[in-house]
């Protein structure tokens, strides 16, 4: 996770998909591609794309989509309503977010 925060942070493109990623790679939930829990990180993985204006496959930079995301779901209060069931769930409602400067960036 460090060393893809360390290309994020480069404001390299993403290109979100819908399914095992990156990220995933070093994750002990990705069993030969498909994570262990699927159903549910297809579920935000949707929620997020279809709040946020994008499609999976659309090429974006990483600080666009962040603007994006901290605008249309952490500011509107969304988070939870998207991941609140996530196990994480806790630690993500008592921190700020990292990107919240980002917001009223003009993206695309
Ligand atoms: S839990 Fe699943 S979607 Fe999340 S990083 Fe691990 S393999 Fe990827």
Redesign the pocket.
């Known amino acids: 996770m460090q060393e893809m925060l360390e290309v994020f942070l480069q404001d390299r493109d993403v290109v979100p998909v819908l399914k ?2 990156e ?2 790679s070093a ?1 002990p ?2 069993q030969g591609g498909i ?4 159903e549910k ?1 297809l579920r935000y993985d949707r929620a997020v794309l279809g709040a946020v204006g994008l499609s999976e496959g659309d090429r974006v930079s990483f600080r666009s989509f962040t603007a994006k995301v901290q605008e249309k779901i952490i500011a509107e209060g969304l988070r939870e309503k998207i991941c609140g069931d996530c196990q994480w769930n806790e630690i993500c409602s008592r921190k700020q977010s990292r990107w919240e400067s980002l917001t009223g960036f003009d993206y695309f």
């Open positions: 095992t990623d990220i995933c994750c939930n990705d994570c262990e829990t699927e990180v």
